[in-house]
């Protein structure tokens, strides 16, 4: 069951909705919510029911994990501006290591039947079961990325529509960076299936004795309850094994095709890291490489190689595109000079929207020579960082980012630390005899470091394809916004999980907890490895979850009916229906009033009414949550409406230094200069208007254009005069 419901929450990157306010994204958002609250009330049902143990031990990854969680749940408190049950980022941070923990809780306890019937296996001198259910979750991720990747040469090649009408290709994604992030994690799954299923391959399938297929139906039946039995009942073992190959192939070819129409580099640079890491591990790369760097002269040799090729390759994707790689490079610029400001704690779980535009303009405030060159020119409105380090890093302070390091140092040391698989160990029966040996100890020896018992606790087959694609995923994270992306995040905490549920760890607490308090929190007989809760506790686990559960449930009601109502607001307004527009904003206030792009929308209709006081008031609570070019000049025209010139001009001003290559901010700007007398400035801006080089010509700078030349005739004509 628990399997089925894994899915559901990974098809959040199908939904979207044409009936809801920007429905490529908010779509997904609410189909998360309720999955998610699905996912935990069966959890709930399911400690009511039957389980009467959890097989949770705690290893590195866990800790780290659980470190950065803690301390995001005390930034997020301490916020400002949005309550915590508001911010949509701690919601979606939350659930997500509520689903982190469901599937440490379902796969730990699958592995516990897996060891059992792979022993009996061994024992009867048969092969271990080919089939887990890491391999059947791993198989939908690939699927799900070959449903992407027909989609986008669907939309390539015009038989569906795209979901942004500046791009051709984009999935079921809001434009094509979110897509091809997506499909860069996708891919070395696929490629891991491929070469490290190539010795049993599908000729060794076709020959293979499956004498024991009661024992890989046993062990299916067992271990993730329906979703196997499924997969058992309708396809047989070696029909599960052939699908492997074939949908992974199709996968990594529908990929390699479709990826390279996005031009986003940072997907590149992601399926190449993660490519790597399986071929590494598939021909033991590392190992041959290190023989054969036993000369001073070969060492030199391949790092003047490695630096070169990363010199040219580096080059080339910069120069590729030029002016969006200059626009990152300013955006870590600022980003990084606003860091230091708040080091330890940074400015607030979420606010790197809200603020990242405003310290744009104070950097061309305090660098005005360079407004008119090259970073003036690739300045824009910017909502995330392109790189999640630093954003985390401006949001969370050093403190945050250091427990993510730790996170993705913990990963690493696990995942290449793995025992070699069968490819390249020489008896691998032998080493799985060697691994249930150690799981036949006393229970005390469990209470050792968890550096001794973090090892993972089935065969690696899958275990290197899951850090294949978590390295993908933080390679692309350096250039780009993976966890900006809701079915990236997912995606990726779905591969935590799996990949922390393989590896053995030690009940820390069980340890502790028996010898402070010996049968009040667990039961004396308890086993090390799979501790049984106390009541108390069951019940306290139980009645959370539900609450959670509940208020997902009505926080999905209540947000689906405001973002219909907006995009019928957002209709109204369009349609120049203003008074309606703001009855129908104003109904759906109260849910949406920590919304900074609802709050801009609604103080624009009421200002578009006339209604200026109320607008300049909306239009100040929105720039608590958003910070663009639009709102600064929504504001200034609303400030010039009730006569209050120096703050129409500061707002323009704002406008202008957060996109100086724009001429509307400061077209504006001039005719609020002629209009209150100060021709001087007015004539000075309309000049500058001018001389201005245009980044992207169109209808509206041409129209701008002339109405400078004709302001400027008229201020010569009156000085004439």
Same mark, same amino acid.
């Given at each position: 069951?628990?399997?089925?419901?894994?899915?559901?929450?990974?098809?959040?990157?199908?939904?979207?909705?044409?009936?809801?306010?920007?429905?490529?994204?908010?779509?997904?958002?609410?189909?998360?919510?309720?999955?998610?609250?699905?996912?935990?009330?069966?959890?709930?049902?399911?400690?009511?029911? $039957?389980? *009467?143990?959890?097989?949770?031990?705690? /290893?590195?990854?866990?800790?780290? +994990?659980?470190?950065?969680? =803690? #301390?995001? !749940?005390?930034?997020?408190?301490?916020?400002?501006?949005?309550?915590?049950?508001?911010?949509?980022?701690?919601?979606?941070?939350?659930?997500?290591?509520?689903?982190?923990?469901?599937?440490?809780?379902?796969?730990?306890?699958?592995?516990?039947?897996?060891?059992?019937?792979?022993?009996?296996?061994?024992?009867?001198?048969?092969?271990?079961?080919?089939?887990?259910?890491?391999?059947?979750?791993?198989?939908?991720?690939?699927?799900?990325?070959?449903?992407?990747?027909?989609?986008?040469?669907?939309?390539?090649?015009?038989?569906?529509?795209?979901?942004?009408? $500046?791009? *051709?290709?984009?999935?079921?994604?809001? /434009?094509?960076?979110?897509?091809? +992030?997506?499909?860069?994690? =996708? #891919?070395? !799954?696929?490629?891991?299936?491929?070469?490290?299923?190539?010795?049993?391959?599908?000729?060794?399938?076709?020959?293979?004795?499956?004498?024991?297929?009661?024992?890989?139906?046993?062990?299916?039946?067992?271990?993730?309850?329906?979703?196997?039995?499924?997969?058992?009942?309708?396809?047989?073992?070696?029909?599960?094994?052939?699908?492997?190959?074939?949908?992974?192939?199709?996968?990594?070819?529908?990929?390699?095709?479709?990826?390279?129409?996005?031009?986003?580099?940072?997907?590149?640079?992601?399926?190449?890291?993660?490519?790597?890491?399986?071929?590494?591990?598939?021909?033991?790369?590392?190992?041959?490489?290190?023989?054969?760097?036993?000369?001073?002269?070969?060492?030199?040799?391949?790092?003047?190689?490695?630096?070169?090729?990363?010199?040219?390759?580096?080059?080339?994707?910069?120069?590729?595109?030029?002016?969006?790689?200059?626009?990152?490079?300013?955006?870590?610029?600022?980003?990084?000079?606003?860091?230091?400001?708040?080091?330890?704690?940074?400015?607030?779980?979420?606010?790197?929207?809200?603020?990242?535009?405003?310290?744009?303009?104070?950097?061309?405030?305090?660098h005005p020579e360079q407004m008119d060159m090259t970073k003036g020119i690739v300045a824009g409105n910017t909502k995330y960082c392109f790189n999640e380090y630093l954003e985390m890093a401006a949001e969370l302070g050093s403190l945050g980012l250091l427990f993510f390091v730790g996170l993705i140092?913990?990963?690493?040391?696990?995942?290449?630390?793995?025992?070699?698989?069968?490819?390249?160990?020489?008896?691998?029966?032998?080493?799985?005899?060697?691994?249930?040996?150690?799981?036949?100890?006393?229970?005390?020896?469990?209470?050792?470091?968890?550096?001794?018992?973090?090892?993972?606790?089935?065969?690696?087959?899958?275990?290197?394809?899951?850090?294949?694609?978590?390295?993908?995923?933080?390679?692309?994270?350096?250039?780009?916004?993976?966890?900006?992306?809701?079915?990236?995040?997912?995606?990726?905490?779905?591969?935590?999980?799996?990949?922390?549920?393989?590896?053995?760890?030690?009940?820390?607490?069980?340890?502790?907890?028996?010898?402070?308090?010996?049968?009040?929190?667990?039961?004396?007989?308890?086993?090390?490895?799979?501790?049984?809760?106390?009541?108390?506790?069951?019940?306290?686990?139980?009645?959370?979850?539900?609450?959670?559960?509940?208020?997902?449930?009505?926080?999905?009601?209540?947000?689906?009916?405001?973002?219909?109502?907006?995009?019928?607001?957002?209709?109204?307004?369009?349609?120049?229906?203003?008074?309606?527009?703001?009855?129908?904003?104003?109904?759906?206030?109260?849910?949406?009033?920590?919304?900074?792009?609802?709050?801009?929308?609604?103080?624009?209709?009421?200002?578009?009414?006339?209604?200026?006081?109320?607008?300049?008031?909306?239009?100040?609570?929105?720039?608590?949550?958003?910070?663009?070019?639009?709102?600064?000049?929504?504001?200034?025209?609303?400030?010039?409406?009730?006569?209050?010139?120096?703050?129409?001009?500061?707002?323009?001003?704002?406008?202008?230094?957060?996109?100086?290559?724009?001429?509307?901010?400061?077209?504006?700007?001039?005719?609020?200069?002629?209009?209150?007398?100060?021709?001087?400035?007015?004539?000075?801006?309309?000049?500058?208007?001018?001389?201005?080089?245009?980044?992207?010509?169109?209808?509206?700078?041409?129209?701008?254009?002339?109405?400078?030349?004709?302001?400027?005739?008229?201020?010569?004509?009156?000085?004439?005069?």
């Amino acid at each position: 069951m628990y399997g089925i419901l894994f899915i559901l929450i990974l098809a959040t990157q199908f939904a979207f909705s044409d009936n809801l306010y920007n429905g490529v994204i908010n779509a997904k958002q609410l189909w998360f919510y309720g999955t998610s609250a699905l996912t935990i009330l069966v959890f709930v049902l399911d400690m009511l029911l $039957g389980r *009467k143990r959890i097989s949770f031990n705690i /290893n590195l990854i866990d800790i780290f +994990l659980l470190g950065f969680y =803690i #301390y995001f !749940l005390i930034r997020s408190i301490n916020t400002p501006y949005t309550p915590l049950l508001c911010n949509t980022k701690f919601l979606n941070y939350t659930l997500l290591i509520i689903l982190y923990i469901i599937i440490r809780y379902a796969f730990l306890d699958a592995h516990f039947w897996e060891d059992q019937h792979t022993r009996n296996a061994l024992e009867k001198s048969n092969p271990p079961p080919a089939i887990s259910n890491t391999d059947i979750l791993i198989l939908f991720l690939i699927l799900s990325g070959l449903v992407q990747a027909t989609w986008g040469l669907l939309q390539l090649y015009g038989f569906t529509r795209s979901f942004h009408s $500046g791009f *051709k290709i984009t999935g079921t994604f809001f /434009n094509p960076a979110p897509y091809a +992030l997506y499909l860069a994690v =996708i #891919y070395p !799954l696929g490629v891991g299936y491929l070469l490290t299923d190539k010795d049993q391959g599908v000729n060794k399938i076709k020959t293979k004795n499956f004498e024991n297929e009661n024992i890989v139906g046993s062990k299916i039946s067992k271990t993730s309850s329906f979703l196997f039995m499924i997969f058992k009942s309708l396809i047989p073992s070696f029909l599960i094994i052939k699908l492997k190959y074939h949908i992974s192939l199709l996968t990594v070819i529908a990929i390699t095709l479709v990826l390279p129409a996005t031009m986003n580099r940072a997907s590149w640079l992601g399926v190449v890291a993660g490519t790597l890491v399986i071929i590494a591990y598939r021909y033991d790369l590392w190992r041959r490489t290190v023989m054969y760097l036993n000369t001073r002269i070969r060492k030199l040799y391949a790092v003047t190689t490695i630096l070169s090729l990363m010199f040219l390759m580096g080059a080339g994707i910069y120069f590729l595109k030029k002016g969006s790689s200059d626009g990152r490079l300013l955006i870590w610029e600022v980003t990084i000079s606003n860091i230091f400001e708040k080091p330890l704690f940074g400015h607030g779980v979420g606010r790197f929207e809200a603020e990242y535009n405003n310290w744009q303009a104070e950097y061309f405030r305090s660098h005005p020579e360079q407004m008119d060159m090259t970073k003036g020119i690739v300045a824009g409105n910017t909502k995330y960082c392109f790189n999640e380090y630093l954003e985390m890093a401006a949001e969370l302070g050093s403190l945050g980012l250091l427990f993510f390091v730790g996170l993705i140092i913990s990963i690493f040391i696990k995942g290449f630390n793995t025992p070699k698989s069968k490819h390249n160990t020489p008896d691998k029966r032998n080493d799985i005899r060697m691994t249930f040996a150690n799981h036949r100890t006393n229970d005390n020896r469990m209470a050792t470091k968890i550096s001794d018992s973090d090892q993972p606790n089935n065969d690696n087959s899958s275990f290197i394809l899951l850090v294949a694609s978590l390295t993908s995923i933080f390679v692309c994270a350096i250039f780009s916004f993976p966890f900006y992306s809701l079915p990236t995040l997912i995606v990726f905490f779905l591969l935590l999980g799996m990949f922390s549920s393989q590896i053995m760890g030690i009940n820390v607490l069980n340890v502790l907890m028996k010898k402070l308090v010996t049968g009040f929190m667990f039961s004396p007989k308890a086993s090390l490895t799979y501790p049984v809760f106390s009541p108390l506790i069951k019940f306290a686990t139980i009645v959370t979850f539900t609450l959670i559960s509940v208020f997902l449930f009505l926080k999905v009601n209540k947000q689906y009916k405001a973002l219909k109502s907006w995009d019928e607001s957002v209709m109204l307004y369009q349609a120049e229906a203003y008074g309606e527009a703001c009855k129908s904003f104003s109904e759906n206030y109260t849910m949406m009033k920590y919304n900074g792009g609802y709050l801009l929308y609604y103080g624009k209709s009421l200002y578009m009414n006339e209604d200026y006081v109320q607008s300049i008031g909306m239009l100040e609570r929105a720039s608590f949550y958003t910070s663009d070019e639009i709102l600064y000049t929504s504001m200034g025209d609303t400030y010039k409406a009730l006569k209050k010139f120096p703050k129409a001009e500061t707002a323009y001003k704002n406008a202008m230094l957060i996109v100086p290559h724009k001429l509307y901010p400061r077209y504006l700007l001039a005719n609020l200069y002629n209009e209150t007398g100060q021709k001087e400035k007015a004539l000075s801006i309309a000049e500058e208007i001018i001389d201005r080089k245009i980044k992207v010509e169109s209808t509206a700078t041409e129209e701008i254009n002339e109405a400078m030349r004709k302001l400027i005739k008229r201020i010569k004509n009156h000085e004439d005069f």
